[in-house]
């Protein structure tokens, strides 16, 4: 269920809570570096079991081990809001930290009232908004069955008027799909028609590997272009500032392995999201490398490792 913390563009630190089985997901979006989703469903209920009073134990144990954290992030190998307990495990987290909580959602659930429901004790709500038409949509998300453009919109509507914390909107910018200006204008009038309660807009781009065909990464000067269509709340996402922090390395094999497991990353941000000197970083790598434990892809020239599946 925990996991990092790792190191994010949008979030920095932040340590990771999985609350579904690989890989149930509304979704089965064509860029996942995760691969391809083998329960998709918009069907909301206890994906795991969970103790709760062992739940709040482990994670005030994991922010005293950890010295430096941003958030807590639900996130993982599925789409968190699918879980039911998502309400009562944000409760848990209030009640044992002030670190703020962020949802990271594909937006594919927002249809439905107890979602929006369960996610309005978080500090931040990220949403996925990669197709500005029902045409894009199934091209790049390849929603569920009863899962429409239509009815996220309605539903992040809802969440707006109804959410105290911050809204941030994520595009997924894809060349040859949706990175197009008549595209950009289309997620422009989207966002004007949802309001003001949009506080960031990140345009991210897909620069780990996945098992996607169409991952080409857009021009730059196309991403800035797409910027200023969006407007000021928009920024091309980037790198983020990191603090070195304390752990024990005495786990440091396991948690790599379990990092490696969410999504595909570089030798540096392994070190980074670790916080261990990126020499040791290589020789633990090496050694689970050489057990055939994990492999590695290559991108534009950076290699990027993940879990060997036996």
């Known amino acids: 269920m925990f996991y990092g913390p790792v190191l994010s563009r949008r979030f920095g630190y932040s340590l990771g809570i999985d609350l579904t089985p690989f890989k149930v997901c509304v979704y089965d979006c064509i860029y996942c570096q995760l691969g391809r989703t083998t329960n998709k469903t918009a069907e909301r ?8 009073k062992k739940f709040e134990t482990e994670l005030a144990k994991r922010i005293n081990e950890c010295r430096y954290l941003n958030y807590i ?3 993982g190998s599925g789409e968190p809001t699918l879980n039911i307990d ?9 009640k044992v930290t002030d670190i703020p909580i962020a949802v990271l959602t594909s937006g594919g659930t927002l249809g439905f009232s107890s979602t929006v429901n369960d996610i309005g004790g978080a500090d931040i709500i990220k ?26 919109i309605s539903g992040l509507k809802k969440l707006l008027n109804n959410f105290n914390g911050d809204v941030w909107l994520e595009i997924m910018i894809l060349k040859g799909l949706n990175d197009n200006l008549d595209s950009a204008g289309k997620f422009k009038e989207l966002i004007d028609h949802l309001g003001r309660g949009i506080k960031k807009i990140h345009i991210n781009t897909a620069i780990r590997p996945s ?9 730059r000067e196309r991403l800035h272009k797409i910027k200023d269509i969006l407007g000021d709340k928009a920024e091309i996402t980037g790198k983020v500032d990191t603090k070195k922090y304390s752990r024990d390395l005495m786990m440091i094999e396991d948690e790599i392995v379990e990092l490696l497991k969410r999504r595909p990353t570089t030798i540096k941000d392994i070190a980074y999201a670790l916080g261990i000197n990126i ?8 050694k689970l490398f050489s057990e055939e434990k994990i492999k590695f892809k290559t991108k534009q020239d950076t290699k990027y490792y993940c879990v060997s599946k036996k």
């Open 45 to 52: 209920k206890k994906y795991i079991d969970i103790n709760f």
């Open 73 to 75: 992030t639900f996130s």
């Open 86 to 94: 998502i309400l009562k495990l944000i409760n848990i987290i209030k």
């Open 127 to 152: 949403v996925s908004l990669d197709a500005p038409d029902d045409r894009l949509l199934r091209r790049i998300n390849r929603p569920c069955a009863g899962v429409d453009l239509d009815k996220n």
């Open 211 to 219: 098992d996607g065909y169409y991952m080409r990464l857009p021009d």
């Open 279 to 286: 020499n040791e970083a290589i020789k633990i790598i090496d």
